[in-house]
């Protein structure tokens, strides 16, 4: 049995998504024998994270401050929001470097058989924040899982009802991919969706 410290550690790396046991254990191990100045930057990162990181209170992204600064950049255009699921994913639209719009992130998606409904993915908020007399677009890019899609569609008719454009990241074929590797139901949404 190991040290009931050093277990905790390993318990505490488990919090991470993906990370089992043997990951945990391996990282556990690593940090404490081979990295122990990367295992106190790391502790003050989390713990400074933990005390300065919240939400933004416009798009709900993670910020330091009330406002994130996309919501307080200028140059964007507010009159198209792109609704996401989670900061991780506002990340990655922003990487791209090709969007230059405001965001609003759902913090999940809807899923009925877990019991996640519209009260529990910041869907009042949303609807608040485009119905703001700016918005012309929502842009939905929500995840194409079964739980992004309902999102989507739930959130496409809410909006469309009260005259909102709405629209949808497409999907298809991913670049430098051949046909005959991608998988059956990408190509079957690329053929309906070409343009």
Avoid at 9 to 28: C, F, H, T, W, Y
Avoid at 166 to 172: F, K
Wanted: hydrophobic share 45%; glycine share 8%; aromatic share 4%.
């Amino acid at each position: 049995m190991s040290d009931p410290v050093v277990q905790g550690l390993i318990e505490a790396l488990r919090a991470l998504p993906g990370v089992g046991q043997k990951s945990a254990q391996r990282m556990a191990f690593h940090l404490l024998q081979h990295n122990r100045a990367g295992a106190i930057k790391l502790a003050q990162a989390l713990l400074q994270s933990v005390d300065e990181v919240g939400h933004c209170e416009r798009c709900h992204t993670f910020s330091r401050d009330r406002i994130c600064s996309i919501c307080l950049d200028p140059t964007r255009d507010a009159r198209v929001l792109c609704v996401v699921e989670t900061p991780a994913d506002l990340a990655a639209l922003e990487r791209t470097g090709s969007y230059r719009g405001m965001y609003f992130v759902l913090a999940g998606a809807l899923s009925p058989l877990d019991g996640v409904g519209v009260r529990d993915i910041g869907f009042a908020p949303l609807l608040a924040r485009a119905m703001d007399g700016v918005v012309d677009e929502v842009v939905l890019a929500t995840n194409f899982t079964a739980e992004g899609e309902i999102t989507a569609h739930v959130l496409s008719e809410q909006l469309k009802s009260r005259g909102l454009k709405v629209t949808r990241l497409a999907r298809g074929v991913p670049v430098g991919s051949e046909l005959e590797y991608v998988d059956l139901g990408t190509i079957a949404h690329a053929l309906m969706d070409r343009r």
